[in-house]
């Protein structure tokens, strides 16, 4: 079945927990931390991950876009992210990180910017519960899907089943209705969408319009 994980980085800032509720249907809320060194942005830490944990019942998907995640990442757990995603790029210890997220509660994700290859962490995926394949390059809402990516999600899809995995595929950046089908089609079975949902007029029916078309 499909998750569909809305991105706050599209929602109004000043209105955070009213946001959360108007996708009450969503999976999961992707929140997208970003500290202007690993991304040329800023947006949010900590504080506001616990407060948004606490106004929300709906989980809690961190995307951490943010150098020392090992450092990090645990904090983001304790603050009651369900899930936690660090880069492979940014991880000194990207194993020792997987199982210190796990350990402490959350499923472990890593993820890949577009120029980052996962054939190399093809050894690694048993450690992870998903694996972010960007679809932008990350740093800001709204940009254009990159269809170059579409042969990794298929390559990521390949190794997932090899290796007979559980862990999720997830895809970020760009995914609308007139994208999330081809990356349903090449294997993905997460998709983050920010500006598809709200910018729409009503986000809780468009989240059910995108998972609709990607279980198409
Ligand atoms: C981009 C972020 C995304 C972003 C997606 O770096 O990781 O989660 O919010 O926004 P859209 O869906 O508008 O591309
Ligand atoms: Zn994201």
Same mark, same amino acid.
């Given at each position: 079945?499909?998750?569909?994980? #809305?991105?706050?980085?599209?929602?109004?800032?000043?209105?955070?927990?009213?946001?959360?509720?108007?996708?009450?249907?969503?999976?999961?809320?992707?929140?997208?931390?970003? &500290?202007?060194? *690993?991304? #040329?942005?800023?947006?949010?830490?900590?504080?506001?991950?616990?407060?948004?944990?606490?106004?929300? &019942?709906?989980?809690?998907?961190?995307?951490?876009?943010?150098?020392?995640?090992?450092?990090?990442?645990?904090?983001?757990?304790?603050?009651?992210?369900?899930?936690?995603? *660090?880069?492979?790029?940014?991880?000194?210890?990207?194993? !020792?990180?997987? !199982?210190?997220?796990?350990?402490?509660?959350? %499923?472990?994700?890593?993820?890949?910017?577009?120029?980052?290859?996962?054939?190399?962490?093809?050894?690694?995926?048993?450690?992870? &519960?998903?694996?972010?394949?960007?679809?932008?390059?990350?740093? *800001?809402?709204?940009?254009? *899907?990159?269809?170059?990516?579409?042969?990794?999600?298929?390559?990521?899809?390949?190794?997932?089943?090899?290796?007979?995995?559980?862990?999720?595929?997830?895809? &970020?950046?760009?995914?609308?209705?007139?994208?999330?089908? %081809?990356?349903?089609?090449?294997?993905?079975?997460?998709?983050?969408?920010?500006?598809?949902?709200?910018?729409?007029?009503?986000?809780?029916?468009?989240?059910?319009?995108? !998972?609709?078309?990607?279980?198409?």
């Amino acid at each position: 079945m499909a998750q569909i994980n #809305p991105s706050i980085l599209s929602a109004d800032f000043a209105r955070l927990a009213d946001e959360a509720k108007a996708v009450d249907g969503a999976d999961w809320l992707h929140v997208d931390v970003m &500290d202007n060194h *690993f991304v #040329p942005n800023l947006t949010l830490g900590v504080p506001v991950v616990d407060a948004l944990a606490k106004a929300t &019942d709906t989980p809690l998907d961190c995307h951490l876009m943010i150098e020392e995640p090992d450092r990090w990442a645990p904090q983001y757990v304790e603050a009651g992210a369900g899930s936690v995603t *660090f880069h492979a790029e940014a991880a000194a210890a990207p194993v !020792r990180l997987a !199982r210190e997220i796990r350990a402490k509660g959350a %499923r472990a994700s890593m993820a890949l910017k577009p120029a980052t290859p996962v054939e190399p962490y093809e050894d690694l995926l048993p450690e992870l &519960d998903m694996l972010l394949v960007m679809t932008v390059e990350p740093g *800001f809402g709204g940009q254009a *899907f990159l269809d170059i990516m579409l042969p990794k999600i298929r390559r990521t899809r390949q190794l997932i089943e090899k290796h007979g995995l559980q862990l999720w595929l997830q895809v &970020d950046g760009g995914v609308s209705a007139s994208t999330i089908e %081809r990356c349903a089609e090449a294997g993905a079975d997460v998709f983050v969408a920010g500006s598809a949902v709200y910018g729409a007029e009503n986000p809780a029916a468009a989240v059910e319009a995108l !998972r609709a078309q990607a279980e198409e």
